[in-house]
C-alpha cells in the first residue's frame, strides 16, 4: 500500500514536499515514482527512483524537484521548490518491481495528494 500526505495549496515560488508512506518487506527493492494528472490529460511521470538511487526528472520539474526515498521508514519523497501554476495536479505516488536491475510496470499506487499552485 502507499499513502501520500503533504499536497496542498501554495502561491507561485512557494516550495512543498511530499510524501508517500509504503508498506511490505520488500520496499528497498521496488523503483518508486511520482508523477501528476490535471482533470482530461494522461498522467504524467514527473521523476523516478530505482532501488540504487538512482533518479530521473522530467524536463518540465529539472532543477526544481528532487526525489528521495528512505528505505529504512520506508518512505519516498518529493520536494518541489519554484512551484509554478502549471504544476498544479493531483500527485501520485507509485511502484514498480525491480527485475534483472530495471524497473518493470508500475502497477502499485496511491490514492493521490493535491497540489494547487496560484499565481
Known amino acids: 500500500q502507499l499513502a501520500e500526505s503533504g499536497g496542498g495549496s501554495v502561491q507561485s515560488g512557494g516550495s512543498l514536499r511530499l510524501s508517500c508512506a509504503a508498506s511490505g518487506e520488500e520496499y528497498s527493492t521496488y523503483c518508486m515514482a511520482w508523477s501528476r494528472q490535471t482533470p482530461g490529460n494522461d498522467r504524467e511521470r514527473v521523476a523516478g527512483?530505482?532501488?540504487?538511487?538512482?533518479?530521473t526528472l522530467a524536463d518540465s520539474v529539472q532543477g526544481r524537484f528532487t526525489i528521495f526515498r528512505d528505505d529504512v521508514d520506508k518512505t519516498l519523497y518529493l520536494l518541489m521548490n519554484s512551484l509554478k501554476p502549471e504544476d498544479t495536479a493531483m500527485y501520485y505516488c507509485a511502484a514498480a518491481p525491480t527485475r534483472w536491475g530495471k524497473c518493470r510496470d508500475y502497477n502499485y499506487w496511491g490514492q493521490g495528494t493535491q497540489v494547487t499552485i496560484s499565481s
Open positions: 527512483i530505482d532501488r540504487y538511487g538512482t533518479t
